[in-house]
């Protein structure tokens, strides 16, 4: 019996690893752990959570909590080598651009463990990112590539990666996204304050748009932060806003003293399902999360990023993301071009089906030699 540790360290990462979970738990002979850093504490996970995933509490909690980037990188380092150490693998998964992804990886390959990497191969070409190093770092170290677009085969490809072990195998994002709202379909797991408010903008054919935003270099620099929130209330005045806001966020419009007018509706964060519930229907999404520009591809959702460079150009290229930048005139401009009908045709990418988490077990069982 092989056995595989599964990492994650952050709600959007056990989303990530849900699928590989319900696929691995279909094949005979690949035990698996599922391994939570702690890198996010997050109450919405809970065990509600993991019923609506599919998936089993995770075996092993490691708390490693927040700190500076160094500094939790290091406690996740130490608690996870001892975990190796103790009861070793046979490979170890990760998935996404976290620093649970960066630090995992490295301890395995330290204790020759093979690593494989989930949605290897992205780049934005912005190295002051923090996940661009993480997934620069954790791609020059992986021994299995799982890929979702063809950039990313480029890229591995032209940093010396050998063909036979890059695998484009499609998005486990979407697996579970499709996943989810088929069980939205069935069930209604929608909370009042997001039901509510698209009832009400939804009525007598009105229509609303929705809003994150949480990237340091949108949120932590006032001329920035004040810039895009000029946009937004100038959108709002023509499409009603509602804005689930991460505590990033509203920790600096607080300090900066910045008001969004009553246009646009604020809530806490939300929990996957709601969200799904909400975002789903909205005539735009403006965001600067990467997932949610591959979520809102996958469904036909137009999604405006702001953003000047992304990790995932298929959903510019194939898909109903425009990439608009941070300048106030071209956000309002390509929101404007949606609300009048000339926004870009899109198409689902290639693969994108639902079937990826199939691939990746497929793969891991043939290079395990199971």
Known sequence: MKKIYLVAGARPNFMKIAPVVRALQTRQGLEFKIIHTGQHYDREMNDVFFEELGIPQPDVFMAAGGGTHAQQTARIM????????????????????????????????????????????????????????????????????FVTEPSGIDHLKREGKRDSAIHYVGHVMIDNLLYQLKKLEDHDISSPET??????????????????????????????ITRLCGALREIA??????????????????????????????????????FLNLWKDAAVVLTDSGGLQEETTALGVPCVTLRDNTERPITVEEGSNVLAGTEP??????????????????????????KAAQRIVDVLVKEMEL
């Open 78 to 145: 130490m608690a996870f080598e001892e975990f190796c150490e103790a009861d070793p693998p046979d490979a170890v998964l990760v998935v996404g651009d976290v620093n649970s992804t960066l630090a995992c990886s490295v301890v395995a390959k330290k204790l020759h463990i093979p690593v494989a990497h989930v949605e290897a191969g992205l780049r934005s070409g912005d190295i002051t990112m923090p996940e661009e190093v993480n997934r620069i770092v954790t791609d020059s170290i992986s021994d299995w590539f």
């Open 329 to 354: 005139a071209r956000i309002i401009g390509e929101v404007r071009k949606i609300l009048r009908g000339e926004g870009k045709r899109s198409r689902r990418p290639h693969l994108w089906d639902g």
């Open 237 to 274: 005045m023509e499409l009603p806003l509602i804005f689930p806001v991460h505590p990033r966020t509203r920790g600096n419009l607080e300090k900066f003293g910045i008001e969004l007018g009553p246009n646009i509706t604020l809530l806490g964060p939300q929990a996957y399902m709601p």
């Open 195 to 224: 039901n509510s408010f698209k009832t009400k903008h939804t009525a007598n054919g009105s229509r609303y748009g929705v809003v994150t935003l949480h990237r340091p270099s949108n949120v932590d620099n006032v001329e920035m």
